[in-house]
DNA sequence: TTGAAAGCGGTACCAT
DNA sequence: ATGGTACCGCTTTCAA
């Protein structure tokens, strides 16, 4: 076979037809190696040469008439002719992917975030990678890396990040590197690193939710949701805070508890809450996932809600529309935020310059069963039986109070 | 001819320090294209040929002498250097990158598989592109050839399908595409197409919870959840049939309700089952979110659970041990299932040879609190009101009963 | 065991 | 408007 002739060294074929490759139709994929057709294969089917079917088949907007805009796209269909990603990503330094890091797809306010970034990217081309960080800053950085290696049009990071200097140091770096190549990062909900951001003013939010129960009657509000570092928990608990500070109830340590975002999370909380013994008529929960956990223990042990105790939650997952009670709740717009976040990136590689710091979208207080004012009877602890007459749970169908305040602050803080 | 090395119009420096690279601090507009340090950087700078540097960075099983292998290990780190996963994609012919397609990352049943096909796959170096197709075929279809662009190391399918030959045919193709290109394509949960699949035996899941009611006395049972031509659905209305023709009880068609399975199909399957008027003393949900859906929209109309309708569900999400009352369903491995769909692509990849036809978990029939024998007192429609002595909810903590028929089918149908 | 060089499949620059 | 072609960064023969 090899028949060197002078100046071939090699003995490489390859002069028109003797690609070793298969040519569209493969009846029989003998090979282990079926590649599909090239953009050559294409452009020779179609009479033309690579460089006009490549600007025809990557929606350049060089000039190509239509006749041969005509023939490539025959020929393409032809031989079902699809990109190799790869390729193209290799030339033009960029793929069309847009890598998502959550702390836990699981998670149903992640997930809604995930979902509304994915139908933003995809209706645009684009595809999403999905990775999870558990909220360690070293999974984070491990997968800010394996981003780097597919050099992605944009990076979005969900949810909030831990406050703490020496692990975020090398996701940081991380984030950097990536910038270096010229990726944009961008994230929903956190505002270290000037990352820019698009998120649901927490603190107001938060503070909403608090008034709705002092203007109940409750001054005994419990705050579930941990660690207090992160910057969502942080937030959220500024604005518990600042509601009890505005009618001169200060904030009883022994009332907040630190937990994780969790169904567990919460549960566990209400055993700790009940062991620190200080009387509570009301919990304000970081996350629904913790009101429901919450609830559920609360539920155990014999307390009801909202009689006994009322309960609010935060984000407005599906489910708190269909818990028992109806929980009561700041509603965050989970795909909007997504959505959003690829606005971001997309406006950053339009070169219509680095998005803002910061950006807000409106939350709505959403008032369904799970809060009433606080009974007659004090009560606490296991001495949860009897409950007294709390009061009318909230009117349904749910009423709902949108805060514009704060609402598209361009570059906030 | 054309030596790829001298002659360099496009301003490549190249000297030994010269890149127009970051130095920590990227000042600006330095230029666009920011590259990070390349293999040949790294042989250079280690004093090797470009080839020995990828035979160790690569992990290549290729002989490499120890010093060799140091020293491009510390050029790598001295230069920061991370792979071109483009580069090496469009070189091998496969990225590495496994993409999984959902119905909806945010039904938390879904959520939970692809966490457990994440966690695999990141195990082994892998990304994991998600995308949804919301149940609609032509939407997978577009997927599957987003994917083929990609050239993944494998394609996961997760959850049932649809049976429409007609709508079937493209994705079938787009299927065969994949596997043209030597893209190993699994899925969880269904058994369309020939494609290799792990999955727990819906069939005797769904008989065992089916026969759990009717054990406890009930025989007017209904089932809620659809279209009856998804795989899934399909599956759990057979083991449901088979329990209640099992002990000679006939199905009744007022009783199956078919809807959406989600939260608001299970409130508004209630809705039509009252309207049919067809006395019932328990529900079988073909899922755990259209089990709490039908359950919230039980208590609106007044009834309790269990002491007037008993509930069973499909999945057993984590919720389900945490909603009002816990609710008795068949646990279903979620991340199991993502996990094992990896090992199915690793396997094929790995040329162990293709997977086998379709492999099962083991699934258990977990019971709290939502079942409980009927009440004496008959009752359907709004007349729900009193409910009888309808004998104790189930102990607490739960029961739970591992089915192991059926277990670890390595060819089974 | 290592080096040299040929591409993988596109894209984009430079002529034409 | 089109064609020719030099790369992108990496892997992988083939020679040494």
New interface residues.
Partial sequence: MTSPRDDDPQGEPDGQEGRPRRGAQ?PE?AG?????ASIRDVARLAGLSPGTASRVLSGSSYPVSDDARQRVEEAARAL?Y??????R??VT?R?E?VGAIVH???D?FF??V??GL??AA?AD?L??????DDRDAGKLEG?L???????PTGVVLIGGQLRDPAATLPVAQAVQ?L????VPVVAVGRYELDIPHVTVDDVAAAECAVSHLVALGHRRIAFLGGPLNSTTVQDRYAGYSAALTHVGAPVDERLVIQTPLT?EGG?QAIARLIAAEAPFTAIFAATDEVA??A??AL?ERGCRIPLDVSVVGFDDV??A????P?LTTIHVPARALGLAAWHLIARDESGAGAAPGASHLPFELVVRASTAPPSEVFKHEHAITVGGAGGEPAASPSESLTWTAGLDKPNGE
């Fill in positions: 493969g994929a282990h190696r079926a590649h599909g079902n699809v990109t190799n990603s790869a390729a990503a290799l330094g793929s992917i836990d797809i699981t149903p997930s809604g995930v979902r994915q139908d995809v081309g595809v999403v990678l999905v990775g999870n997968y890396t394996m981003l780097l290696s597919q050099k590197r910038r270096d190549q010229g169904l549960s429901f956990g609830i559920s539920r599906v489910m529309a269909h818990s028992d109806p």
